[in-house]
Nanobody
Framework: QVQLVESGGGLVQPGGSLRLTCEAS????????VTWYRQAPGKERELVAS????????NYTDSVKGRFTISRDDAKNTVTLQMNSLKSEDTAKYFC????????????WGRGTQVTVSS
């Protein structure tokens, strides 16, 4: 049974930091490209950061560049998103997604973890 579980969300003040973790089970996470998405109420889902299979390439949406860092530990089947200098506009539910390209695209999603940035 394949499962992705996000953790580390919570309430933090503006300027604070939070570290999100995505842990996969039932698959070799190192074989997947992994992306963090977020979605706030009334807004479309937004790509936040992604890391390629092997960890050689990363991408970030402009609004988080310089503040967020995505990394992976394939031995632990985890991907983390370190979030610093958080702003109120970062408030959203954050989702982890793993994608493997084969004859057919295989994609898995976690249920998400809530991040709230408020004073």
């Amino acid at each position: 049974q394949v499962q992705l579980v996000e953790s580390g969300g919570g309430l933090v003040q503006p300027g604070g930091s939070l570290r999100l973790t995505c842990e996969a089970s039932g698959l070799v996470f190192g074989d997947f490209d992994v992306t963090w998405y977020r979605q706030a109420p009334g807004k479309e889902r937004e790509l936040v950061a992604s890391v390629s299979r092997g960890g050689t390439s990363t991408n970030y949406t402009d609004s988080v560049k310089g503040r967020f860092t995505i990394s992976r530990d394939d031995a632990k089947n985890t991907v983390t998103l370190q979030m610093n200098s958080l702003k109120s506009e970062d408030t959203a539910k954050y989702f982890c997604s793993g994608r493997h390209y084969n004859y057919r695209i295989i994609e898995y999603w976690g249920r998400g973890t809530q991040v709230t940035v408020s004073s």
